[in-house]
């Protein structure tokens, strides 16, 4: 996008309705600062910026990059001038558009708080209807309940090298988004034989069938990026909630919607009946190796 003599692409992270957590989640990135040398940060709620807000909402710059997080609201307020009107000029202006998690990518947990208002900056769920519209081409979707700070990391270093990004039909980049959250998950050999697990926290046993974990229908790397590079929800025995899904958040997220006793969804793309089938042959192996602790911690006197 630049040469070398260029200066530096200029960043503006910008909020509608947020809890803050993907900034949160941002600043958690290893080597944060060196990233950052490379743009100019215009505008960030929380790091050092050479802009004052008043600057940025009175629409007196312009940028290459805009970071929307947060649901759109379009009578939201910043400084008295509404979001909309702010969005507008600085997507008018920049090269590129970043949805900063799964609220500004969808509408996510603040769009029920108005539901037929509040929408993502270009989809409300999976239906393409937000604010930018006339923009599509420029949005790039970082979805994720917060986002990973490696996807955001990814992607600006991907603009400033002027690589392609190439996006799936939600605009998420297909690098990061086309696996999904299951893949690489230390328990897939208890999804394999189906021994689940009665708790959380657990090494042992899979999160599907009783804690809800949507991991095989939700595209993520999560166990491919691994979170502060050491572990996952998964790994840790939490279940994946589908955060970066259009659909997020749904209800009950603790547990597995099952119609008599079978799970209502079945990892993407395999049939109903094929996996009910393998399920039930392979729940009849009953791998003694799977159904004890990994560890046995045994008491001494
Ligand atoms: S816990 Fe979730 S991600 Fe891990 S194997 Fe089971 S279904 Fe897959």
Redesign the pocket.
């Known amino acids: 996008m630049h040469s070398k003599q260029d200066k530096k692409p200029s960043i503006i992270w910008f909020q509608g309705l947020t809890c803050n957590g993907n900034t949160h989640s941002f600043l958690n990135l290893e080597n944060l600062e060196k990233l950052l040398d490379k743009f100019e940060l215009l505008s960030h709620p929380t790091l050092p910026s050479t802009q004052d807000f008043k600057t940025i909402t009175d629409c007196t710059l312009i940028c290459d990059i805009f970071i929307f997080e947060g649901t759109y609201d379009p009578l939201m307020k910043r400084n008295n001038v509404l979001v909309s009107n702010i969005i507008e000029h600085y997507s008018k202006y920049a090269k590129y558009i970043i949805a900063a998690g799964s609220c500004a990518s969808f509408g996510g947990i603040f769009r029920s708080s108005a539901p037929q208002r509040n929408s993502g900056i270009l989809f409300v769920e999976q239906e393409k209807s937000g604010p930018l519209l006339s923009y599509e081409r420029k949005v790039i979707n970082i979805s994720g309940c917060p986002l990973h700070p490696q996807w955001l990391s990814y992607t600006l270093n991907m603009i400033e090298k002027g690589n392609n990004i190439e996006i799936d039909s939600l605009h998420r980049p297909i690098e990061l988004y086309s696996n999904l ?2 893949h690489g ?1 230390t ?2 050999e ?2 394999e034989w189906k021994v689940d697990t009665e708790n959380f926290g657990e090494k042992e046993g ?3 069938y009783k804690q809800g ?1 949507r ?2 229908m939700t595209h993520a790397s999560c ?1 491919k990026i691994l979170w502060n590079e050491v572990s996952s929800k ?1 790994r840790v025995g939490t ?2 909630f589908g955060c970066t899904e259009p659909n997020f958040p749904r209800s009950n997220l603790f547990s597995t919607k099952t119609n008599m006793s079978i799970p209502e969804d079945v990892p993407l793309g395999v049939p109903k009946r094929n996996y009910l089938t393998i399920t039930g042959i392979a729940k009849t192996f009953h791998i003694k190796r799977l159904e004890g602790k990994l560890i046995d911690y045994k008491t001494t006197d």
């Open positions: 959250a299951h998950c328990k897939n208890y999804f899979c999160l599907f974990c991991a095989p166990n998964t279940p994946c």
